[in-house]
Every structure is written in structure tokens, then in C-alpha cells.
């Protein structure tokens, strides 16, 4: 069984993620983590020296190969926020996980990232809030179709919550026996 967690920067996939894999026993990957370790670079360096698409062809071929593996047992992945954009990571991610969005109000999304500066979409809005606000808006905006894919969860509740609700819906649909 592989689960897949979509949605906004900042929306909490990473941490959401890592507690299911911990109470379900479950292989925890995380696309940023395995972009950077394969790299050896932050992505806000590839962003700035080679460019989006360029880390968007990572992006797709670490998708490819997570979710083409022979050992596609137990895992969960937390993507970064813009795989959706590619109807080829849409494609295989759907087809091959149960998928789930974390949906949060782009205020609270704000607030977490407001003096993060490792996001290469959001650097610019260093003490912008308001300006951060309009922009988180539009990428979600430009994304939120794409994010349906996922069955929506609320992604404004504690980590905790919210991974009990996936793993209870994870064994409402019978994907999980313990």
C-alpha cells in the first residue's frame, strides 16, 4: 500500500507523513529529501542555477522510479507541492497510491512560511506577509484542480489529527488490516 500526500507548501505533508509511517510501520520518503540527497544541492540552489524545469525533470523521474519499484510495499510519500502540475506525476501518483490533500487556508499557510527562506517560490516575500498571502493564493489558485486528485483533508488541524483521520480512512476502505 502506498500513500501519497498532496498539497501547498508549508501544508504539513512532510510531518503528517512521517507520523503515518511511524504508527502504520510504514517506509517514510519524502521528494524534497530524496531530490536534495541525490543532488547533493538545496532546492532553492537548482531553482536559481538551472532553473524550475529543470528540478520539475527531477521531480518527475524520482516520481517515476518511487512508484514503479518492484518493492512497492507500505510506504507513504510526501511530495513537494508542485508535482501535481505534471499530468505525468498525476498519472502515476493516482494509479498506483491512495492519495490525500491537505488542504490549509492560504492565512495559515502565511504563518508558517511567512521567514522561511528555503522555499524558492516564496523568497522573494521576505517580510511581505501581505504580498505572501496574494501570492500563496495564486499558486493555489493555479494548482487547486490539480490537488483534487487527493481526497481533501483539512489540513488546518494538528499533524496528529490529521494522520488519524487518513490512517481511519486508510481502514474504513480496507486499505490497511491490523
Known amino acids: 500500500m502506498i500513500v501519497t500526500l498532496v498539497g501547498m507548501m508549508g501544508s504539513g505533508k512532510s510531518t503528517v507523513g512521517k507520523l503515518i509511517a511511524e504508527k502504520l510501520d510504514y ?26 524545469e529543470y ?3 527531477l521531480e518527475k ?6 512508484y514503479n519499484r518492484s518493492d512497492n510495499k507500505n510506504k507513504v510519500i510526501a511530495t513537494g507541492g508542485g508535482v501535481v ?3 505525468v506525476n498525476r498519472e502515476t501518483i493516482l494509479s498506483n497510491s491512495r492519495v490525500y490533500w491537505l488542504n490549509v487556508e492560504v492565512e495559515r499557510l502565511a504563518d508558517r512560511l511567512y521567514e522561511n527562506r528555503d522555499r524558492p517560490l516564496i ?3 521576505k517580510n511581505k506577509r501581505s504580498e505572501l498571502v496574494n501570492h500563496l493564493d495564486n499558486i493555489l489558485s493555479d494548482r487547486y484542480n490539480y490537488y483534487q486528485i ?9 499533524p496528529f489529527k490529521i494522520s488519524r483521520e487518513i490512517i481511519n480512512d486508510l481502514r474504513d476502505e480496507g486499505d490497511i488490516i491490523e
Open 27 to 52: 517506509i517514510f520518503y519524502d521528494t524534497d529529501t530524496l531530490i536534495f540527497e541525490k543532488t547533493g544541492r538545496k532546492i532553492t540552489d537548482i531553482f536559481k542555477k538551472d532553473g524550475e
Open 55 to 57: 528540478f520539475r525533470d
Open 61 to 66: 523521474k524520482l516520481i517515476n522510479d518511487l
Open 85 to 87: 502540475l505534471s499530468e
Open 123 to 125: 523568497k522573494e516575500y
Open 150 to 158: 487527493g481526497i481533501e483533508i483539512d489540513g488546518n488541524k494538528e
